[in-house]
C-alpha cells in the first residue's frame, strides 16, 4: 500500500521528463529553441522591483511644508482659478464683440469702394491698358461717348408692363412662310410664340418651329388630317399641348403638336330633327375654339344650327347645346363662335348678321345678351373678339364693315369703320395687346394689286398702319402679345410675320 503511490509518483515524473526532452528536441528542430528568451531576460528574472518609502522623500525634500498642505489647498486654487477664468473669458468676449464690429465695419466699407471701383470700370471692355499708357482727354471722351452711343442703339426703349412696348407698330422686317399655292384659311401660333400651324383649301396643315428652323424657313412637318376636307380653322389649347383642327366636315380633330391625332368629335345622326338629341354635328363645321382657362374645354358651331360644348376626356357626345334663333324663330347657323376672356360668356356670330351671347353659369335656354342686327341683315359675320380688358367686342362681317361694341351697351355700335372689302367668310379682326388699336385684313378689289392689313384707333377711329401684305386677300390675321409679332395669312398661300427687332422676342428672329 505504501509502494504504489510512490509508484504513481515515478510514473509520471518519468512521463514529464519524457514531454519535456521531446519539446526541448522540437524546439531545436523547429529552430525557436530560444523564442523569447535572452541573457537579459534570464537575469531579470532573479531580480524584484525596487521599492521607494514617498513619505520619506517628501520629507527630505525643501518644500516639504508646500507639499503637505496640497491636498487642502487644491479645491481653493481650483475655485480660484475658475473665477479668473470668467473674468478672462469676460473681457475676450467683450474685445472680440468689439472686433467683430469693427471688422463688420471695415467689410462693409470694403464691399462699398468695391462697388464703386466696379462701377466705374463697368464701362470698360477687353483687357487693362499696360502701366504707364493713358489716353488724352480728347480721345478718352470720344470713346465714352462712342460708348454711350452704342449702348443706346442696344437697349430696347420700352419698359415690361408700362405699355410703351407697342407704341411702335412691329412691322420694320418681314419673313414669308410659303403654305403653298392655294389660300391660307387657317392660323394659329401656340401660347409660347415657339410653333406656328397654318391650315388651306388644300387640305394640308404644315407645321413651323421657330426654334428648330433656319433661315431656308422650311416647314418640318405637312398632313392631311381632314382627308379632302380644307381647313377652316387653328387653335392651340390654353396650354399649348394640343390643337383644334375644323376643318369642312362634320367632326372635329385634336392633335398634338407634332400632328399625331390623339382624338375626335363623334358624328350625329343626321336623321333625327332635334339637334339637341344628336350627339354631335350633322353638318359642316364652321368654327371652334378653346376654353382660356379650362383646357379640357372647347367648343365648336355648324351649319347645324347648333354650337356645342365638349369635354376632351369624353369626345363621345357633347357636353352643351347652344341654339341661336332667327328673328322668325328659325334656325340660324352660327358662322363663328368665341370665349370671353373670364369664360363668363360665349358668343355666336351667325349668319343672319346677329351676335347672340349665352352665359356659361346658366341653362343655355335663352340668351344673355342679344344683337340681332349687328351687322347687315343677311350678311355673314366672320369672326368675333374679345378686348383684353374685356369691355369690348369687335366684329367683322361679309357686310365689309368693321364694328367695335361695348359690352355695356350692344345696342349701338361704338365704332363703325365701312368700305373694307372681305371677299372670305373667315376674315379676321384683332386687338393689339395694349387695346388701343383694332385691325382687320382686306380683301383686294379689282384692279388693286395688295391685299391690305389695316390698324385704326380704338378710342378716334383714325386710321394709323395701313401694311400692304400680299398680291391677294388678307385671311388670317393675328397680333401674338408674348412676341410682339403680327401674322397674316393671304390668299396667295404666303404666311407673312412681321417683327422689330428692338421690340420683338424670339419668334422669327431666332430664325433669320
Not at 471692355?125 to 470713346?143: C, N, R, V, Y
Request: proline letters at 3%; a negative charge; charged letters at 30%.
Amino acid at each position: 500500500s505504501q509502494t504504489f503511490p510512490k509508484l504513481l509518483k515515478q510514473r509520471d515524473d518519468t512521463f514529464a521528463d519524457e514531454d519535456t526532452a521531446e519539446e526541448t528536441e522540437m524546439s531545436k528542430v523547429m529552430g525557436f529553441s530560444k523564442f523569447g528568451r535572452t541573457k537579459s531576460s534570464t537575469k531579470n528574472e532573479t531580480k524584484s522591483a525596487q521599492k521607494f518609502d514617498i513619505e520619506k522623500l517628501l520629507s527630505e525634500r525643501p518644500n516639504a511644508n508646500k507639499w503637505k498642505t496640497f491636498g487642502q489647498s487644491s479645491q481653493e486654487s481650483d475655485h480660484n482659478k475658475e473665477s479668473e477664468d470668467k473674468e478672462a473669458s469676460d473681457e475676450d468676449t467683450s474685445k472680440s464683440d468689439n472686433k467683430s464690429d469693427n471688422k463688420l465695419t471695415e467689410n462693409v466699407t470694403n464691399v462699398i469702394a468695391t462697388e464703386e471701383e466696379s462701377d466705374s470700370d463697368s464701362d470698360l471692355i477687353g483687357p487693362p491698358l499696360p502701366p504707364g499708357f493713358q489716353l488724352d482727354s480728347s480721345e478718352a471722351t470720344e470713346e465714352r461717348n462712342k460708348s454711350d452711343d452704342e449702348s443706346s442703339d442696344g437697349e430696347d426703349d420700352y419698359e415690361e408692363g408700362s405699355g410703351s412696348r407697342y407704341d411702335v407698330m412691329p412691322i420694320s422686317h418681314e419673313i414669308e412662310l410659303i403654305h403653298g399655292s392655294k389660300s391660307v384659311t387657317a392660323l394659329a401660333l401656340d401660347p409660347n410664340g415657339s410653333r406656328v400651324v397654318s391650315g388651306g383649301v388644300d387640305y394640308e396643315m404644315k407645321f413651323w418651329d421657330f426654334q428648330g428652323m433656319d433661315s431656308s424657313l422650311q416647314s418640318f412637318r405637312a398632313i392631311t388630317p381632314c382627308e379632302c376636307h380644307p381647313i377652316k380653322n387653328l387653335e392651340f389649347s390654353a396650354n399649348g399641348d394640343v390643337i383644334l383642327v375644323i376643318s369642312g366636315a362634320c367632326i372635329a380633330k385634336i392633335v398634338d403638336r407634332d400632328g399625331f391625332v390623339k382624338g375626335e368629335t363623334v358624328k350625329g345622326d343626321q336623321y333625327i330633327t332635334d339637334m339637341s338629341h344628336t350627339k354631335g354635328h350633322v353638318a359642316m363645321l364652321n368654327d371652334g375654339g378653346w376654353n382660356p382657362r379650362d383646357k379640357q374645354q372647347f367648343a365648336t358651331c355648324s351649319n347645324d344650327g347648333t354650337c356645342r360644348l365638349w369635354d376632351l376626356q369624353n369626345l363621345k357626345t357633347h357636353k352643351a347645346v347652344l341654339k341661336p334663333r332667327s328673328s322668325g324663330g328659325l334656325r340660324a347657323a352660327p358662322n363663328t363662335c368665341r370665349f370671353t376672356r373670364n369664360t363668363e360668356l360665349i358668343c355666336c356670330g351667325c349668319n343672319d348678321g346677329s351676335v347672340q351671347m349665352w352665359d356659361t353659369r346658366r341653362s343655355y335656354v335663352n340668351t344673355t345678351a342679344l344683337v340681332r342686327e349687328a351687322h347687315t341683315k343677311g350678311s355673314e359675320i366672320t369672326s368675333i373678339q374679345f378686348s383684353y380688358d374685356g369691355n369690348c367686342l369687335l366684329s367683322r362681317g361679309t357686310d365689309d364693315a368693321l364694328k367695335l361694341w361695348d359690352m355695356k351697351m350692344l345696342k349701338k355700335p361704338v365704332i363703325e369703320i365701312k368700305e373694307l372689302f372681305n371677299r372670305f367668310s373667315m376674315t379676321d379682326c384683332f386687338f393689339s395687346p395694349d387695346d388701343r388699336l383694332i385691325g382687320t385684313g382686306v380683301s383686294c378689289l379689282k384692279g388693286e394689286e395688295f391685299g391690305r392689313l389695316v390698324l385704326y384707333s380704338r378710342d378716334t377711329c383714325e386710321l394709323k398702319h395701313e401694311i400692304a401684305v400680299s398680291a391677294g386677300a388678307v385671311i388670317r390675321s393675328s397680333w401674338h402679345p408674348k412676341l410682339n409679332q403680327i401674322l397674316c395669312g393671304s390668299s396667295n398661300g404666303v404666311v407673312k410675320v412681321y417683327y422689330d427687332p428692338n421690340r420683338s422676342d424670339r419668334g422669327a428672329k431666332l430664325c433669320v
